[in-house]
């Protein structure tokens, strides 16, 4: 009877409802964005999956081609890096925001830029729609895609092991973050945000995937891990790509101010609409119209 007439348990009933309906409404509102959300992640998997098979795969014309793993790491890279610009500037990119990421969509809930439905949605979406893309490889690819040499395109620790991945995963995610958020909130450079990003995909996996994998997003390792069941260095790519997104997002306020976060889109200069506290609604009309010529 005590639990009844407590504060909190009375002030969690009264607010289950409300937060029942907002889910709902942001569901009703907001489901052609998640829906996007995890079609880029699955793209994103599937080119993954068909790239690295092409290039590692023993059978592959292509591997036997290229001698040099280094070479075909960087092909790898270039490839990964294309699909990564080409998913943000596509129409999805410029109207889910593009971030296929469960570290980018964590980092913007915490700069109070996404509604917190919102996120759980995308997030949600992301994972399932990195699987699914995973899983759409393994049916057109067969074999070719369980093996050894592919291993579902998984992201697994170098050779100097999963806390030297740890903290290489902490590195590379502050500098994409803090390159986000320096070019996105820039009326310079704000429409260059995916080119840079993309730029880093490839730069992280042509230099330091023999350190880390490469992942920067947990539901991209989680969509390899699955079916293939590398479970053993999972922990590494679920906590060091928020840590290091959240610690720039974190020096980014500190330096800027959390005013200086316009929106969560990592490509704003189109017509879609836009589902984020999106700061540029506030902008007086010259500042609007001095991005978009810039």
Known sequence: MQILC????????????RMIAQAKDALRLHWPEYLMEAGELGLFMIAACFTVALLEHPASLVQQAIASPMVRRVLIGLAMGVTAISLIYSPWGKQSGAHFNPAVTLTFLRLRKIAFWDAVFYIAAQFVGGVMGVLFSVVALGGAVSHPAVRYAATLPGIRG??????????????????VLSTSNSVRFSRFTGLFAGVLV?????????????????????????????WDPLWVYFTAPPIGMLMAAELYVRAHGAKAVICA??????????????????????VLAMKTSL
């Open 6 to 17: 407590d504060p909190a348990f009375t002030f969690g009933t009264q607010r289950s409802p």
């Open 162 to 179: 999963p806390w030297v991945a740890f903290v290489a995963e902490i590195a590379i995610t502050f500098l994409l973050m803090s390159v």
């Open 202 to 230: 490839a730069t992280y996996i042509s230099l330091e995937s023999p350190l880390s994998g490469m992942s920067m997003n947990p539901a991209r390792s989680l969509a390899s891990a699955l079916p293939g069941g590398i």
């Open 265 to 286: 889109k990592l490509n704003h200069q189109s017509d879609k609409p836009c589902i984020f506290r999106c700061g540029y609604r506030d902008q007086p009309p010259p």
